[in-house]
Each structure stands twice: as structure tokens, then as C-alpha cells.
Nanobody, 126 residues
Framework: QVQLVESGGGLVQAGGSLRLSCAAS????????RGWFRQAPGKEREFVAA????????VYADSVKGRFTISGDNAKNTVYLQMNSLEPEDTAVYYC???????????????????WGQGTQVTVSS
């Protein structure tokens, strides 16, 4: 099993920045992809970004490309999501996720991930 714990959410004005963190513990050697998803009220959970734990390859949703950056610290087993130029439309609960298997397999889909954090609220005011 792998446990994921997010932190760093909060309230910010439009145009501001936040950095989310997700620390992993447990059988982390089985993980090769870390991802971030978000879920706004009344909407389905959607993909935000993912990073290959070996090699650092990254991929982003079009809606956040150029504003968000995913990165990882292998020594701390922690992945980060730096969010800049935040917009009210970014308001959601943000979840980190982790999976084994191929980085290229199902990395955009919630069903592709084996482990999830509890979520952290991000609210962007206009």
C-alpha cells in the first residue's frame, strides 16, 4: 500500500499563486507515475498534470499548460504542483494520485491510478 497526503491548499485572489505538496509513504518503490487531478462542485474529477517518477517527464491538461508546473523530489517522495496566474475556474478540490505500470498507460484517467490522497481545497476569488 501507498499513502498520499496533500497540503498547501487555501484561498487566493485571481492572479495569485499556490504550491501544493503531496508526500508519499509505504510501498513507494512500486510507483512510477504521480499525478494531480481536481474536482469542482458538480463536475467530474479531471486530470491536471502527471510526472514520471523516473526521468521526470511531464504532461499537462491544456487548461493549465503554461500556468502550472509539476515537479518531484525523489529523496522526499514528494510531488509538487506550483500554480501561478490562478483563475476562479481553478477552484476545486485537488487530489494527488499515484500508479505503477507504464507511465504512458492511462495517465490521464482516474481509473488508471491505484492510490489517492484525501484532497485539498483550492479557492480562487475574483
Amino acid at each position: 500500500q501507498v499513502q498520499l497526503v496533500e497540503s498547501g491548499g487555501g484561498l487566493v485572489q485571481a492572479g495569485g499563486s499556490l504550491r501544493l505538496s503531496c508526500a508519499a509513504s509505504g510501498r513507494t518503490f512500486s510507483i512510477n507515475t504521480r499525478g494531480w487531478f481536481r474536482q469542482a462542485p458538480g463536475k467530474e474529477r479531471e486530470f491536471v498534470a502527471a510526472i514520471a517518477w523516473s526521468g521526470g517527464r511531464t504532461v499537462y491538461a491544456d487548461s493549465v499548460k503554461g500556468r502550472f508546473t509539476i515537479s518531484g523530489d525523489n529523496a522526499k517522495n514528494t510531488v509538487y504542483l506550483q500554480m501561478n496566474s490562478l483563475e476562479p475556474e481553478d477552484t476545486a478540490v485537488y487530489y494527488c494520485a499515484a500508479k505503477g505500470g507504464s507511465y504512458y498507460s492511462d495517465r490521464y484517467y482516474t481509473s488508471g491510478y491505484d492510490y489517492w490522497g484525501q484532497g485539498t481545497q483550492v479557492t480562487v476569488s475574483s
